[in-house]
């Protein structure tokens, strides 16, 4: 299977490469465009900020590419984030548009931010990504921003509010949490990502 981890130049580009060659998998970091077009599956990783990483794709010209995809994407933490309308990081970033909703900070309340640690998820829908993972299990978060409920949603998570932990849009899956820093848990879920 050829498996393409798009390179947004961010840090955790070879912690997910290394998580995936755990399940038995060889994934390649690229950002040539037809490594990306010919994957079989496509992870999309982001972390730091919104503008940032959406220079980045406008400077190696793979905005539309990862808008016109239809292979299964997996956006990770802010890569999930960037599937969004606009981000209210960096005064209204334009993001993807791959699914309407905007990308907003974490309404805390008592808690800290950014959120950090363990937190329980909870998948809404059954879906293929959640096979063989309790409803309620702990994954890794690292995040100040976050998508809020919406019809995309698939799972949930409360740090003071409740937020999308899990997206879906027809091939465009998208988690908030780091399921290569989540140990047996999170190499499940890429493990269900991989055999779609």
């Given at each position: 299977?050829?498996?393409?981890?798009?390179?947004?130049?961010?840090?955790?580009?070879?912690s997910?490469?290394?998580a995936?060659?755990?399940?038995?998998?060889?994934?390649?970091?690229?950002?040539?465009?037809?490594?990306?077009?010919?994957?079989?599956?496509?992870?999309?990783?982001?972390?730091?900020?919104?503008?940032?990483?959406?220079?980045?794709?406008?400077?190696?010209?793979?905005?539309?590419?990862?808008?016109?995809?239809?292979?299964?994407?997996?956006?990770?933490?802010?890569?999930?984030?960037?599937?969004?309308?606009?981000?209210?990081?960096?005064?209204?970033?334009?993001?993807?548009?791959i699914?309407?909703?905007?990308?907003?900070?974490?309404?805390?309340?008592?808690?800290?931010?950014?959120?950090?640690?363990?937190?329980?998820?909870?998948?809404?829908k059954?879906?293929?990504?959640?096979?063989?993972?309790?409803?309620?299990?702990?994954?890794?978060?690292?995040?100040?921003?976050?998508?809020?409920?919406?019809?995309y949603?698939?799972?949930?998570?409360?740090?003071?509010?409740?937020?999308?932990s899990?997206?879906?849009?027809?091939?465009?899956?998208?988690?908030?949490?780091?399921?290569?820093?989540?140990?047996?848990?999170?190499?499940?879920?890429?493990?269900?990502?991989?055999?779609?």
């Open positions: 299977m050829s498996i393409v981890i798009v390179n947004t130049s961010c840090a955790n580009l070879f997910l490469q290394v995936i060659k755990r399940l038995g998998y060889n994934a390649l970091i690229s950002d040539h465009i037809q490594d990306i077009v010919n994957a079989e599956k496509v992870f999309f990783p982001g972390v730091g900020s919104a503008k940032s990483v959406m220079r980045v794709l406008k400077n190696k010209n793979l905005i539309n590419i990862i808008r016109k995809l239809t292979q299964p994407v997996l956006g990770i933490c802010l890569g999930m984030q960037l599937f969004s309308r606009t981000s209210a990081e960096s005064n209204h970033c334009k993001m993807l548009k699914i309407p909703d905007i990308t907003i900070k974490l309404n805390s309340k008592e808690y800290s931010l950014p959120h950090i640690g363990w937190n329980q998820v909870y998948y809404t059954n879906n293929i990504l959640f096979k063989k993972i309790n409803p309620g299990t702990r994954f890794y978060f690292l995040h100040s921003y976050c998508i809020y409920i919406s019809q949603t698939i799972a949930f998570t409360e740090h003071g509010s409740c937020f999308s899990a997206i879906q849009k027809n091939n465009f899956f998208g988690v908030q949490f780091h399921p290569e820093k989540s140990g047996t848990n999170g190499l499940q879920l890429l493990k269900n990502f991989l055999e779609i």
